[in-house]
């Protein structure tokens, strides 16, 4: 008889981590492997509120929290405070429940946990993964260009391009391997260029994934190989396995952290195929009230249909007054919603274009669709992916900043009109989806990456 064997899954608690953390989840239990998925106690209450459902006992992956030491979500805002608390009483909880998984499971083998998975921003549970002999393996959300980036911390941080911060010394072009494009110094992933103590914060974790790394056996990464082929080249241990996309039976329960608002499926189905902008921002964007009135300006007179994710929290100042009359203007081909089911929407036949932040899921999720982008990119990863979009594999344009720092509605409008018109990045979103496709297609090099994965967890 086959014993089952038991996986426990790490996120890092944040919406960016949970989603494909997910995903990888749910295609690991189509395996028949039992599965326990750990979120924060903040987390665990949003996930559990936002998809009703998902904690059916009869589901397949059972999901447990532990707390994460903060009292309240204000404190929690704070990177510098979330990440000291996380670090210091994250590792004891995490071994108490696997401890605890333990004692119930009466000696049964096959419920005692076996293998642990591991967002790469929450290597400290490889450690206390390798401390129980439990077998492990990191998961990367962001691209294997980013992760490149931040193997390499120690090394750049040696040749003096950045200081023990991570801000940059230097400002040329950065070139980690021979076979592999430049970095702008801008597009380093610790990069928030309005907020230096988050960057800070940001950095001296990232600094830890390099050390981290060396303790799990198998590194996996939500990318396809033919997408980033160089840099794939430069972290050999590096495995292919994604897209991973949401299958239908999924789009249900993705483990959003708020409710998606479905009537706008409803909404794109009146609309013409390829005649709708799509406009989300992700889960933490932030625009001061002034950047938030140009895009809207810029939107209405665009005068293309549209769909807008405006999370309440999208500013940092107050909007609704504007907003009612906006929203009056638009009523004619203008849709808004707090939350999106983004990979339907994206997947819907009217969707023309992707007016995104350049997180690196939104960014996979419209490449899996064929759907062209406009790249706003806020901060970390989001600015290199932006220059992969753009400048590599061209299925994209930057929306630019005037001298002011900000995001005119002219410059939204033309570049709403520029990528709608332009053949030649069509082409290139059809080439690239039909590469995300082949490659987690039976035969695909993804599809195989994940089974050979799939087979070590159950070995
Ligand atoms: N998302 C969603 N509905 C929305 C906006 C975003 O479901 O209205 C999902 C999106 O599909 C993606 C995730 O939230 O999977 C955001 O991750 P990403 O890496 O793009 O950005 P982050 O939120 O981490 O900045």
């Given at each position: 008889m086959v014993k089952l064997k038991h996986v426990l899954v790490i996120p890092?608690?944040?919406?960016?981590?949970?989603?494909?953390?997910?995903?990888?989840?749910?295609?690991?239990?189509?395996?028949?492997?039992?599965?326990?998925?750990?979120?924060?106690?903040?987390?665990?209450?949003?996930?559990?509120?936002?998809?009703?459902?998902?904690?059916?006992?009869?589901?397949?992956?059972?999901?447990?929290?532990?707390?994460?030491?903060?009292?309240?979500?204000?404190?929690?805002?704070?990177?510098?405070?979330?990440?000291?608390?996380?670090?210091?009483?994250?590792?004891?909880?995490?071994?108490?429940?696997?401890?605890?998984?333990?004692?119930?499971?009466?000696?049964?083998?096959?419920?005692?946990?076996?293998?642990?998975?591991?967002?790469?921003?929450?290597?400290?549970?490889?450690?206390?993964?390798?401390?129980?002999?439990?077998?492990?393996a990191t998961f990367c959300p962001p691209s294997v260009s980013a992760l490149v980036s931040i193997l390499h911390i120690p090394k750049l941080i040696e040749g003096g391009v950045i200081d023990n911060n991570g801000f940059v010394l230097k400002n040329d072009l950065i070139r980690i391997s021979k076979d592999l494009r430049s970095y702008k110094s801008s597009d380093l992933v610790w990069s928030c260029p309005e907020d230096p103590a988050t960057q800070k914060a940001i950095f001296k974790s990232l600094s830890s994934v390099a050390h981290y790394s060396k303790l799990s056996n198998s590194f996996l990464c939500n990318s396809f190989h033919e997408l980033e082929a160089s840099a794939f080249s430069v972290i050999p241990g590096a495995l292919a396995i994604g897209p991973l996309i949401a299958s239908a039976q999924l789009f249900?329960?993705?483990?959003?952290?708020?409710?998606?608002?479905?009537?706008?499926?409803?909404?794109?189905?009146?609309?013409?195929?390829?005649?709708?902008?799509?406009?989300?921002?992700?889960?933490?964007?932030?625009?001061?009230?002034?950047?938030?009135?140009?895009?809207?300006?810029?939107?209405?007179?665009?005068?293309?249909?549209?769909?807008?994710?405006?999370?309440?929290?999208?500013?940092?100042?107050?909007?609704?007054?504007?907003?009612?009359?906006?929203?009056?203007?638009?009523?004619?081909?203008?849709?808004?919603?707090?939350?999106?089911p983004q990979e339907e929407v994206l997947a819907h036949p009217s969707v023309a274009c992707f007016f995104t932040h350049c997180g690196w899921n939104s960014t996979l999720e419209g490449l899996s669709n064929g759907v062209p982008l406009l790249c706003r990119p806020y901060f970390t990863d989001q600015f290199l992916n932006k220059s992969l979009i753009c400048d590599v594999w061209k299925v994209g344009l930057g929306v630019d900043s005037d001298e002011n720092g900000l995001i005119s509605r002219h410059e939204v409008r033309e570049k709403v009109s520029a990528v709608l018109g332009s053949d030649e990045i069509r082409e290139n979103c059809l080439r690239v989806k039909e590469m995300a496709r082949k490659s987690i297609s039976e035969g695909g090099s993804s599809l195989k990456n994940l089974q050979s994965f799939i087979e070590l967890v159950k070995a």
């Open positions: 890092f608690p944040a919406q960016g981590h949970v989603i494909p953390l997910l995903k990888l989840s749910h295609c690991i239990a189509d395996y028949g492997v039992k599965l326990t998925f750990v979120n924060t106690e903040s987390i665990h209450a949003q996930v559990m509120t936002a998809n009703p459902g998902l904690d059916d006992e009869s589901h397949r992956i059972k999901f447990v929290a532990i707390p994460d030491g903060l009292e309240t979500d204000e404190e929690r805002k704070d990177p510098i405070k979330r990440l000291d608390s996380m670090l210091r009483v994250m590792p004891g909880h995490l071994q108490e429940l696997i401890e605890k998984v333990k004692k119930q499971s009466n000696g049964i083998e096959d419920e005692q946990i076996s293998f642990l998975i591991a967002d790469v921003m929450v290597g400290w549970a490889l450690e206390v993964a390798e401390r129980m002999g439990i077998e492990r249900q329960c993705r483990g959003s952290l708020r409710k998606e608002d479905s009537t706008c499926l409803n909404w794109l189905d009146q609309h013409p195929a390829l005649s709708v902008i799509y406009v989300a921002f992700g889960s933490t964007t932030v625009f001061g009230p002034e950047q938030f009135y140009e895009i809207a300006h810029g939107l209405e007179q665009a005068t293309q249909p549209f769909l807008w994710v405006i999370r309440p929290d999208i500013t940092d100042g107050a909007v609704s007054e504007f907003l009612d009359g906006f929203l009056q203007r638009v009523r004619n081909y203008g849709k808004v919603v707090q939350w999106a």
